[in-house]
């Protein structure tokens, strides 16, 4: 069969603009990525963390090619609670944060047509090079080949989390999110909200719990639902789609029989994921806790 595009409309995104002279400086002091490196039609994915170092929110921002202006890509439910988390921290600094309307489509396989990526800003995943590209503010008109549904299925094969899905505001650290993993975290940048924490657990602590992707020959049940190794819980499962989904596990535990609803969960770390599982214990004395 000939190579195909996959192209999908993700109804569940939002894009803010966020614009103004300290644009860059005003967001490079509050999430994990750094936003001076990026130039204009790249992306990083990023997130904001509470002091303590826990995900409130995660997103990907692009530094828009034709406007001066960066556009930060996040999931729809958190978008106002985003915007208003982040004008707080305004005081005097000339910016604005408003959302655009614009559609997000994400892309996968081969490589789209030429006039699909030039009627849209178009970036590609900054995650991992499998996961294809986001499409923000392509014409009405764009052709559809797949659904919601088989992007979700087609970036829980890759291991690759979607925050409002997998992760808990206020508890989930960066590093069980694997943000620390595909690029989600600067640890050249400086300082920003949640930092410290972030470093120690990166420099200093064997993490304990990673998201992982799994696999079942039954579909998966709900979010949340237990996940028990020879009768003790050993983790959750988050987000799914038909067989396959993303579980938060220790990482002690990899090597068990996993049970979820009575029936057998199988492992499927990634490449970029399993020399992080095999890492040798840390030698801190006092590890941050997960």
């Known amino acids: 069969m ?5 192209v999908a409309l993700l109804e ?3 894009v803010l603009k966020l614009s103004g002279a300290d644009r860059v400086k005003f967001l490079q002091g509050l999430v994990t990525a750094d936003i001076a490196a990026l130039t204009p039609g790249t992306a990083a994915w990023s997130a904001c963390l509470t002091p303590q170092g826990r995900w409130q929110a995660d997103f990907f921002i692009v530094a828009d090619p034709d406007d001066t202006c960066l556009l930060l890509d996040c999931a729809t439910e958190q978008a106002e609670a985003l915007r208003k988390q ?3 921290f305004r005081l005097r600094s000339d ?6 309307g614009m559609r997000v489509l994400a892309a996968w396989g081969e490589r789209p047509e030429a006039a699909l990526l030039e009627n ?3 970036f590609a995943d900054p ?3 499998a996961a294809g590209w986001r499409l923000l503010d392509a014409p009405p008109e764009t052709t559809l080949t797949a659904t919601e549904q088989d992007y979700n299925l087609h970036r829980l094969v890759l291991g ?3 925050g409002v899905q997998d992760c808990e505001v206020g508890r989930t650290l960066v590093a069980e999110a694997n943000m620390d993993l595909l690029g989600g975290v600067s640890w050249t940048k400086g300082c920003y909200m949640g930092q410290e924490v972030t470093a120690r657990m990166h420099y200093r602590t064997l993490v304990k719990r990673r998201l992982v992707p799994v696999a079942s020959t039954a579909p998966l049940p709900a979010p949340g ?3 028990l190794a020879d009768d003790v819980e050993v983790g959750t499962l988050r987000s799914s789609q038909d067989h396959v989904g993303l579980a938060l596990l220790k990482t002690a535990a990899l090597e068990k029989t996993l049970l979820c609803d009575g029936h057998k969960l199988v492992p499927r770390p990634p490449a970029w994921l399993t020399a992080a599982l095999d890492a040798p214990s840390s030698t801190s004395e006092n590890p941050e806790p997960s």
């Open 225 to 227: 639902t237990p996940i």
């Open 2 to 6: 000939p190579p195909i595009t996959h």
């Open 160 to 162: 690759l989390p979607d």
């Open 86 to 88: 982040l004008l707080r």
């Open 120 to 122: 849209a800003i178009t």
């Open 12 to 14: 569940n995104r939002t």
């Open 127 to 129: 995650r991992v090079e």
């Open 95 to 100: 910016v604005q944060l408003e959302p655009t």
